[in-house]
T-cell receptor, first 114, second 114 residues
Framework: GDSVTQMEGPVTLSEEAFLTINCTYT??????LFWYVQYPGEGLQLLLK?????DKGSNKGFEATYRKETTSFHLEKGSVQVSDSAVYFC?????????????FGRGTSLIVHP | DTAVSQTPKYLVTQMGNDKSIKCEQN?????MYWYKQDSKKFLKIMFS???????INETVPNRFSPKSPDKAHLNLHINSLELGDSAVYFC?????????????FGPGTRLTVL
């Protein structure tokens, strides 16, 4: 079946540091790829997405590129802020029969210190 | 104008009791989900309904029973609650028209079983 593997956390950084959170996936077809963010005490919300190979998703300074050759979708940000402290989930969605099956990674906690 | 709402937000109860969590979405989506998130933030899909029809039913104790009275609602009933049921439960919805449509999550219901 499909799976998503992301680096274990927590990732601890100082403000303005560069962030990378690695994500790789296995899928049988051509999935769409997502990054969701969960702030403390809240539900998940979409951060960015990419729908086909070489697409780049971007939002709030975060970027991720859909790399089919390496089956990866790494999340990056050039300069993190304290407000970026949250849990980040990599996910994919693939059609299976008549429905879309979501698969989530285990989440990576990011802690940004002033 | 909340997109996906859940009630209650907090639920504290004794072992052996029966409880329900309600979810409503006003986005016009045709697919809804229930997830369980443990203390390590691992997100596990439990059920998914598409147009009131059950399409995903992961390995979940049969004490958990979802009910979808209409496309906008997906409720979760739990019988004979156990300590291990303590977690945060998230409802989510999406439109199934495209693989790249993201899920919209509710704020979560924190269930504590004593």
């Amino acid at each position: 079946g499909d799976s998503v593997t992301q680096m274990e956390g927590p990732v601890t950084l100082s403000e303005e540091a560069f962030l990378t959170i690695n994500c790789t996936y296995t899928a049988t077809g051509y999935p769409s790829l997502f990054w969701y963010v969960q702030y403390p005490g809240e539900g998940l919300q979409l951060l960015l997405k990419a729908t086909k190979a070489d697409d780049k998703g971007s939002n709030k300074g975060f970027e991720a590129t859909y790399r089919k050759e390496t089956t990866s979708f790494h999340l990056e940000k050039g300069s993190v802020q304290v407000s970026d402290s949250a849990v980040y989930f990599c996910a994919l969605s693939e059609r299976s029969g008549g429905s879309y099956i979501p698969t989530f990674g285990r989440g990576t906690s990011l802690i940004v210190h002033p | 104008d909340t997109a996906v709402s859940q009630t209650p937000k907090y639920l504290v109860t004794q072992m052996g009791n029966d409880k329900s969590i309600k979810c409503e979405q006003n986005l016009g989506h045709d697919t809804m989900y229930w997830y369980k998130q443990d203390s390590k933030k691992f997100l596990k899909i439990m059920f998914s309904y598409n147009n009131k029809e059950l399409i995903i039913n992961e390995t979940v104790p049969n004490r958990f029973s979802p009910k979808s009275p209409d496309k906008a609602h997906l409720n979760l009933h739990i019988n004979s609650l156990e300590l291990g049921d303590s977690a945060v439960y998230f409802c989510a919805s999406k439109s199934s028209t495209r693989t790249y449509n993201e899920q919209f999550f509710g704020p979560g219901t924190r269930l504590t079983v004593l």
